[in-house]
Every structure is written in structure tokens, then in C-alpha cells.
């Protein structure tokens, strides 16, 4: 990198971080008070989502620790029996996660109900409303239906109060995948609309084309205002680049300080090699069209190794591929190790009899793409392309032939 370019791009995140910083003026931060449960079963979201809703309401006095298999119970008992609905084959609907909170653990003096609205930023007002009123963490749909998430925190540039229309700039959710382990995310509002959030719920039933959560019922009127970013361009940055952003970033935001990603400024964390991710929200667009890519920047302890040599990861930044600009920072309820590039190519080589891999002329891309293979960002899977096939690798080593759909409230 020229000395002029680093000028640059240190000038463009000073104004950046600046806007982000002066913007700022109110927080909800749930993050002590909520558990991170990972999902014991590939289609458990909304039974772990409840589960750490319930074992996260304010007052520890009325927490209340469900087992998943408990909760799955109640919400089986009490899915909606809308024909339309049972023939989505919802694992957890709303009515189902509504009732099993109501049956579990009621909140004292209130209740839950389901806030279901064509406008995101209808439903998202009433979320940030609500925990502004009661600081209990809300669920939510993401990825159009096809997953259950907990929010636990926010930022906007003002109060979120009956009549007013904030500005959303950050939100924090406790996702129950990576199964059996879980994460917690901070993203920029820009990015929850234009991946978690990028569009409502598209099963058809009572929930079609609607943003849905399951928070309590006050009665205020707002909306919320979030920016757009541009995620694409011309230009690849470097590894090199992306690490140098994401330690920057990890400055100016302060990202250890907070204490859900304080690991980041502990003695002998440091950066893993930086993991480049195609994302393609949408299923289906062709190889060529120009669609998002970013970053993943792990971090973790210099003493933490397991096979070949390889490091554990516990916090990740994501920054954006082609402008460097933060998007991400999360951390997972257990260290994870990434799947090397070497070991997706071995395991796809064993699939298809064994060949060395060389011999098969192997392609390999790590790529996010909600579906029955993973919900988070943080957690890619590799595409191998062998001749005119195709295979999936995701990052426990296990082979997909097709990426599935979720299934929806999986």
C-alpha cells in the first residue's frame, strides 16, 4: 500500500468512526443479563431463543432456566393449526413461541404478543420501544422466516419514545447458532437491513411478507430511520488490508470495552489468518453477478491450539471487502476453529472416492448464504466445485449436496 492510499483510507475511517461516534446519544445493553444457548438440535432456534429469553429477564429473581427439549414441548403443543401454516412445516411459529413464554415464564404485570408488520421499521420501532420501557430482550425472524434470534442491545441517535422516529445505528442479537455453542453480534444497522433483515417473512401463512417479533404490547406510535451503505465495488482489498482495518476499528470503536467483546484487548489475543466470504443473501444469483463480499478477521489466544497447528477463534471482526468499512464484531459462546481450505478439499476429495484432490482439480470459495447450513455470517461454509458438480462444506467438515432452505423458524 502506497503512502498516499494509507493517507486515504486512514482520512476516510477518521470520518467514519467520527459519524458513528457523534451520532450515538442512546443504548440499550442487555448483554449482561442475557445467556448465550446454543440450539441441541438443528431445528431448536426458537426453544434456545426462548430459552435465553426466559433465563434473561431483568430482575434475576424471575429468571427462569427451561431445558430446550421442555420449551420444544410447549411450542409443538401450541403451533399455529392454520392449514396453511402446519403445511410450512414451522418448527417454532410465532404463536408457538409466544405461548411457550407465556406458559414458561410470564413476565410479572405483562405478557408477550406478536408484532407482525409489512414495515420493518414499524416492527423495528416497537422493538426498541419496548426495550427501552422494560429492558427485557425481544425474538425475532431473520433471514426472511427461516431463523429465530434474541435481540439484546441497540444504539440510536435518540430516545425511542411514542411519537419519535430514531435513528438506528447498531444493534446486538444472541444467535443460538453455531449449534451447541451460539453467538453474540454487534453489526451496524445497515447491515442487520441488508442481510438478517433484508426482507420479510416469506412462507406462506398468517406471517407472509410480514417482519415479525415477539416482545410485549405497549401501545406507541414511531418509526425508525436507518441508513444505506454501499456494499459492493470494484476492488478486492487484501488480508493484509483487512486486518489493518479491523484492529483499527477495534481502536476508534472501543470495541473492548465493551464486555461482551473485552477479549479483544486481553494479553496474547491475536489475529488468525482472515477468511474471505461471498455472501449471497438472495438464493440463486449466477457466479458473475456482483454481490457482497467481507472479511472475517478471527482472533483468539496464541496458546490455543488444536490440530495442525491451528488456532482457536473466540472474537471476530467483519469489515467490509472492498471498502474496509466495519460491518461486524461478535464472539461465540465456545472457542470455534475454522475449517481450513486444505481440509474442505480433502473432505470433499473422500465424498467423491477417495481421489487426491489434486487429481480433481478442485475449486474451493467460502460463501454465506442463509439456509438449513448456517444462519450467521460468522460461520461460512466452503463451495467446492469439482468439474460441472458442486459440493458444500460447512465448517464442522459434514457434506451438503444442495443448499437447502430453511425450514422455516429453524
Given at each position: ?282 438464493p440463486g444469483p449466477e457466479e458473475q453477478e456482483k454481490v457482497p463480499h467481507y472479511y472475517i478477521v478471527p482472533f483468539g489466544f496464541e496458546h490455543e491450539i488444536v490440530q495442525c497447528g491451528q488456532r482457536l477463534a473466540r472474537a471476530c471482526v467483519i469489515v467490509n471487502a472492498y471498502t474496509g468499512q466495519f460491518e461486524e464484531v461478535g464472539t461465540f459462546g465456545k472457542p470455534v476453529r475454522y475449517l481450513p ?9 473422500r465424498s467423491l472416492g477417495r481421489t487426491p484432490p489434486e487429481k480433481l482439480r478442485l475449486r474451493a470459495t467460502l460463501m454465506f448464504q442463509p439456509s438449513d447450513i448456517t444462519h450467521i455470517r460468522l460461520y461460512p461454509f466452503w463451495k467446492v466445485t469439482a468439474a460441472n458438480r458442486v459440493l458444500y462444506v460447512d465448517q464442522l467438515g459434514e457434506v451438503h449436496t444442495t443448499i437447502k432452505p430453511s425450514v422455516?423458524?429453524?
Open positions: 500500500m502506497t503512502k498516499k492510499s494509507t493517507q486515504i483510507m486512514l482520512i476516510s475511517l477518521f470520518l467514519m468512526v467520527f459519524t458513528q461516534l457523534t451520532w450515538a446519544q442512546h443504548d440499550i445493553d442487555l448483554t449482561g443479563n442475557v445467556p448465550i444457548y446454543g440450539q441441541e438440535s438443528c431445528i431448536w432456534c426458537g426453544a434456545a431463543s426462548a430459552q435465553m429469553i426466559m433465563d434473561g429477564y431483568p430482575n434475576p429473581a424471575d429468571r427462569v432456566f427451561h431445558t430446550q427439549q421442555d420449551i420444544w414441548n410447549t411450542i409443538q403443543a401450541n403451533n399455529s393449526t392454520d392449514a396453511t401454516d402446519v403445511a410450512q412445516g414451522w418448527a417454532t411459529d410465532p404463536l408457538g413461541l409466544r405461548e411457550a413464554l407465556r406458559n414458561l415464564n410470564p413476565p410479572p404485570g405483562g405478557t408477550w404478543n406478536i408484532h407482525a408488520n409489512t414495515s420493518r421499521d414499524t416492527v423495528m420501532f416497537d422493538i426498541l420501544y419496548w426495550m427501552n420501557r422494560n429492558d427485557y430482550p425481544v425474538a425475532t425472524l431473520i433471514n426472511r422466516g427461516g431463523h429465530w434470534v434474541v435481540i439484546v442491545g441497540y444504539e440510536t441517535d435518540i430516545e425511542p419514545v411514542s411519537g419519535s422516529t430514531p435513528t438506528l445505528q447498531e444493534i446486538t442479537i444472541n444467535d443460538p447458532e453455531p449449534h451447541n455453542v451460539g453467538s453474540q453480534s454487534t453489526m451496524t444497522a445497515a447491515v442487520w437491513y441488508a442481510t438478517d433483515w433484508v426482507g420479510p417473512v416469506w412462507y406462506a401463512g398468517t406471517w407472509d411478507n410480514r417482519y415479525v417479533a415477539v416482545i410485549e404490547p405497549p401501545v406507541a406510535k414511531g418509526r425508525v430511520k436507518v441508513g444505506r451503505i454501499k456494499r459492493i465495488g470494484d476492488k478486492i482489498i487484501s488480508p493484509q488490508e483487512a486486518v489493518r482495518y479491523a484492529r483499527t476499528w477495534i481502536e476508534k470503536l472501543e470495541l473492548g470495552k465493551k464486555p461482551s467483546y473485552a477479549i479483544l484487548r486481553k494479553k496474547g489475543v491475536k489475529e488468525l489468518e482472515p477468511l474471505l466470504v461471498r455472501e449471497q443473501i438472495k481450505q486444505k481440509e474442505a478439499l480433502n473432505v470433499v476429495a422455516p423458524g429453524d
